[in-house]
T-cell receptor, first 114, second 113 residues
């Protein structure tokens, strides 16, 4: 079974600074997808970024980028120029061949200080 | 992105009763997924709902407790039956949208007294 581990229960960053959230996963599958979701207090799950395992290039979405290390099974999220609105719970998630069936990490609470 | 409407947004229920949660999508989708998020926890998949067939449940979840209906390609319901305080959670539906991205409804906050 696949597992996803987020070792940082909480992180904090100053506004306009950069922060990196860590995620590791375990799988025996060769084709899979990795995601970062953001969950603000409204509880809405918002897709931040997606990475296909077969792509060597790291995904980027504006201020959000990932460092995908397939051999190390590592998938970290970097948030640049942090904004107050980035404060939320962030979940790393894995989807394998049964795409849509996500396995989530435990989450990292991100606090952004003005 | 897919627009997903989930109802109710929150409810407070008595022990032993049942609650049906509705999920409406603005486009036809093959599969819909139901997740549970217990307080302070991550999300766990309950079941996958396919139109025209019985839902597929994950380990630890059974149809008698969480019956699911999928009458068409845009709608699904999840019922939480014979509720106990341990069922207090956020329940979310999700579907694939454009670009093979998985989108979530706004969730149903359930509290069982």
């Amino acid at each position: 079974a696949q597992t996803v581990t987020q070792s940082q229960p909480e992180m904090s960053v100053q506004e306009a600074e950069t922060v990196t959230l860590s995620c590791t996963y375990d799988t025996s599958e060769s084709d899979y997808y990795l995601f970062w979701y953001k969950q603000p207090p409204s509880r809405q799950m918002i897709l931040v970024i997606r990475q296909e395992a077969y792509k060597q290039q790291n995904a980027t979405e504006n201020r959000f980028s990932v460092n995908f290390q397939k051999a190390a099974k590592s998938f970290s999220l970097k948030i640049s120029d942090s904004q107050l609105g980035d404060a939320a719970m962030y979940f790393c998630a894995y989807a394998g061949t049964s795409y849509g069936k996500l396995t989530f990490g435990q989450g990292t609470i991100l606090t952004v200080h003005p | 992105s897919a627009v997903i409407s989930q109802k109710p947004s929150r409810d407070i229920c008595q022990r032993g009763t049942s609650l049906t949660i509705q999920c409406q999508v603005d486009s036809q989708v093959t599969m819909m997924f139901w997740y549970r998020q217990q307080p302070g926890q991550s999300l766990t998949l309950i079941a996958t709902a396919n139109q025209g067939s019985e839902a597929t449940y994950e380990s630890g979840f059974v149809i008698d407790k969480f019956p699911i209906s999928r009458p068409n390609l845009t709608f699904s319901t999840l019922t939480v039956s014979n509720m106990s305080p341990e069922d207090s959670s956020i329940y979310l539906c999700s579907v694939f949208g454009l670009g093979e991205k998985l989108f979530f409804g706004s969730g149903t906050q359930l509290s069982v007294l």
